[in-house]
């Protein structure tokens, strides 16, 4: 079992659609970041949170710690956010999630 | 354009060929990181270098070679690799190496070895 699960793996939605990403980690962590991979490899990371909510222009996290459950959600969705976002935790190491692939469709 | 930065971007190669990826970042990190990465799968890590030195070694076969030689650069030599290790390589830096630190990735170099 992955101590990072996220969900779901493969999305596609309309173009202005709310998205909706979970995580969901079963390790004691200091910190779980959101991070964005585009087709071709770089790798951007969008937030870190430790607890609460933070929102960056049409990104939103959002962590519940008692639960172990992070969201990331994406307002008025847009093709250039069509990615791969990956959910990883910082506890007594580094752990990734399997990731979800985005796709918006224009 | 990323903070760190990783060449050569592609980079094709034998099984019998010796060659080294290159990472360097100038954000006075001192933790830097190499991950491999398989399509469709999350980054695995390989090698931790914290302060310079080899904090974390991920059981890489011994065909993967890593060196610090200062703060802002992290190589990653390559020798008698093999079709498995084909994939996106993948250098990220942190302020630090405790795992709350945000990690800050290159875009990679797509490795084929033939």
């Known amino acids: 079992k992955n101590e990072v699960e996220q969900s779901p793996q493969n999305l596609t939605a309309q173009e202005g659609e709310f998205i909706t990403i979970n995580c969901s980690y079963s390790?004691?962590?200091?910190?779980l970041h959101w991070l964005q991979q585009h087709p071709g490899g770089g790798i951007v990371s969008l937030f870190m949170?430790?607890?609460g909510k933070k929102k960056h222009g049409r990104l939103i996290a959002t962590i519940n710690i008692q639960e172990k459950h992070s969201s990331l959600h994406i307002t008025a969705s847009h093709p250039r956010d069509s990615a791969v976002y990956i959910c990883?935790?910082?506890?007594?190491?580094?752990?990734f999630g399997t990731g979800t692939s985005l796709t918006v469709i224009p | 354009d990323t903070e760190v930065t990783q060449t050569p971007k592609h980079l094709v190669m034998g099984m019998t060929n010796k060659k080294s990826l290159k990472c360097e970042q100038h954000?006075?990190?001192?933790?830097m990181y190499w991950y491999k990465q398989k399509a469709k799968k999350p980054p695995e890590l390989m090698f931790v270098?914290?302060?310079?030195?080899?904090?974390i070694n991920e059981s890489v076969p011994s065909r993967f070679s890593p060196e610090c030689p200062n703060s802002s650069l992290l190589n990653l030599h390559l020798h008698a690799l093999q079709p498995e290790d084909s994939a996106l390589y993948l250098c990220?830096?942190?302020?630090?190496?405790?795992?709350?630190?945000?990690?800050?990735f290159g875009d990679g170099t797509r490795l084929s070895i033939l």
């Open positions: 990220a830096s942190s302020q630090d190496s405790a795992p709350r630190a945000p990690q800050h």
């Open positions: 949170l430790s607890s």
């Open positions: 270098y914290s302060y310079e030195k080899l904090s």
């Open positions: 990883a935790v910082g506890g007594n190491q580094f752990y």
């Open positions: 954000m006075g990190h001192r933790a």
């Open positions: 390790v004691g962590i200091s910190a």
